[in-house]
């Protein structure tokens, strides 16, 4: 299967702030920051925010925003496209091909372990659509794309059925519907999704996030 390629409609920014909703639900919901599925460092280096979609699994989305746009590279570990399939241990020829200096230089950085990729694309300011690199692929080969970023254009319905399954919690519809469209989170909402989340602390965290909060 080929690269799902972002809806142009789902800017930088767009994308940044669908990143920035779901970590706050993650918050919500988790107070152990190593079971949460959505992080964001909004100053994980100068001028970069790093985003990160971790199902558990092996499986992976890193996110990185800069003054020049934002770089998205996804890894899926069943994925016959991933360099632990191939005999050389290799990335996959052209998978990054394009990408600009500035982004590449980022991915340098071990944490972001720059061979673990399926698919890798990227948006830069003033770009009116997503660009990837030359990677070709035999047909029916799936690089995991459409599985991975699955996880991040969802809906409050896709998430709510999601994160009950997850977290084994009932979670309210109508709170994750405020959150998606924006609504500044509070007190209320928070124990309305969690009622054993302590608050004060999913407050600090979420102002250390850089959502809004209500505390009043």
Avoid at 1 to 27: C, E, F, H, V, W
Avoid at 86 to 110: H, I, S
Avoid at 128 to 144: I, L, T, V
């Amino acid at each position: 299967m080929k690269n799902m390629m972002l809806d142009a409609q789902l800017t930088p920014n767009g994308l940044k702030d669908r990143m920035l909703l779901l970590s706050a639900l993650d918050i919500i919901l988790s107070p152990e920051d190593w079971l949460r599925t959505y992080r964001m460092q909004s100053e994980w280096s100068v001028d970069v925010c790093l985003g990160e979609v971790n199902n558990g699994a092996g499986d992976m989305i890193h996110l990185l925003w800069t003054r020049g746009g934002v770089l998205l590279k996804g890894f899926d570990h069943e994925s016959p496209v991933s360099p632990h399939a191939r005999d050389e241990y290799e990335v996959w020829p052209g998978m990054y091909d394009g990408v600009p200096d500035d982004m590449m230089e980022l991915l340098e950085d071990e944490a972001l372990e720059k061979e673990s990729v399926t698919f890798c694309m990227w948006r830069e300011a003033g770009d009116k659509e997503w660009s990837m690199g030359n990677a070709n692929f035999p047909e029916g080969y799936d690089d995991g794309s459409s599985f991975l970023l699955g996880k991040i254009i969802v809906t409050p319905e896709e998430y709510q059925d999601w994160a009950e399954s997850y977290y084994e919690l009932p979670i309210s519809l109508g709170v994750v519907s405020q959150i998606f469209n924006g609504v500044p989170i509070t007190a209320q909402m928070i124990s309305a999704l969690h009622p054993q989340r302590n608050v004060t602390e999913a407050i600090k965290e979420l102002k250390q996030l850089g959502v809004q909060v209500h505390e009043s």
